[in-house]
């Protein structure tokens, strides 16, 4: 099958068969956002790296404009992707500075349902029942983990040097889960903000690999944690949730600007991964919306 003239075309034994209008895939809105996508996300499209995605393989939306009060005649420039959202609060600041693309502390406003419209003003929600870990439709949701979160957190300086063993059950209970206690990736090391960090959730920010910088590939620090993800608002904890249908155990750990997940399960390359915040957003905030603009026919 393909996309020709926004039409699904199947072609079979020379005979071409129109099935329906098809929406093509937005492309990326604004010449910074293009930057930032490229910087880490050209070399997995281009297969040359064998990482997973920091944003996603293209928008999931358009460019739009939402409601901030800091910007320019009361909005900012934003656009989604997988695995966040990039915003433009300030454009007079310099373009190619680090910090005039964003991209948004959206874990928070799903666990807390507090919708940031503005640095100091917020619109109340309700906490969103999506699925923030594994399969659609399965515990848990963003509201099963707004018990955790802590920004400062108080890390119990007795379980720093130890294995993560906390278990997040069904009714928001904590109970000990010991299988992977020899497994040196799910030890805790002091973190940022308060919090014990897995180790392979650190090892995994300060990676070093192919970027894409100034018009060519160079060996680079691949992430500057604070930018892209953020500091942890949650300790690290197991959960047992749905995995392409299977249960699985997986570690995960919510900072301010992704969720990271650990699945022992997975290939080397995959075992950590960045959750869907900028879909599971989309889907929370505009939720009359399709939550995939451009789905196959």
Request: hydrophobic share 40%; aromatic share 12%.
């Amino acid at each position: 099958m393909r996309r020709i003239f926004g039409f699904a075309v199947v072609l079979v034994t020379a005979v071409v068969v129109c099935i329906g209008p098809v929406l093509a895939a937005p492309r990326i809105g604004n010449p910074a956002f293009e930057r930032v996508w490229q910087r880490q996300d050209r070399a997995v499209v281009e297969q040359v790296s064998g990482r997973s995605w920091t944003w996603g393989p293209e928008p999931i939306t358009e460019a739009l404009r939402e409601p901030f009060v800091e910007g320019p005649e009361g909005q900012r420039a934003v656009q989604y992707f997988d695995k966040s959202r990039m915003e433009v609060t300030d454009p007079t600041m310099d373009p190619n500075s680090q910090w005039y693309v964003t991209n948004g502390l959206l874990p928070i406003e799903l666990m807390t349902g507090r919708m940031q419209v503005g640095y100091s003003q917020i619109e109340f929600r309700s906490p969103a029942t999506i699925s923030a870990i594994g399969d659609p439709g399965h515990f848990p949701t963003y509201a099963d983990l707004v018990h955790l979160y802590q920004s400062p957190g108080a890390v119990n300086p007795s379980d720093l040097g130890r294995p993560a063993t906390g278990l997040l059950n069904p009714d928001r209970s904590v109970t000990a889960f010991n299988d992977f206690v020899n497994d040196p990736a799910t030890v805790l090391v002091q973190g940022e903000n308060g919090h014990g960090v897995a180790r392979v959730f650190i090892d995994f920010q300060n990676q070093s690999g192919l970027v894409y910088e100034n018009g060519r590939y160079v060996n680079a620090q691949v992430y500057d944690p604070l930018f892209v993800f953020g500091l942890p608002v949650t300790g690290a904890f197991w959960v047992k949730t749905m995995v392409g249908g299977k249960e699985q155990p997986v570690l995960f750990q919510v900072f301010e600007r992704r969720v990271l997940t650990y699945n022992p399960a997975n290939a080397p390359a995959f075992r950590v991964e960045m959750g869907n915040v900028g879909q599971h957003y989309y889907q929370w905030r505009y939720p009359q919306a399709n939550p995939d603009p451009y789905p196959a026919p």
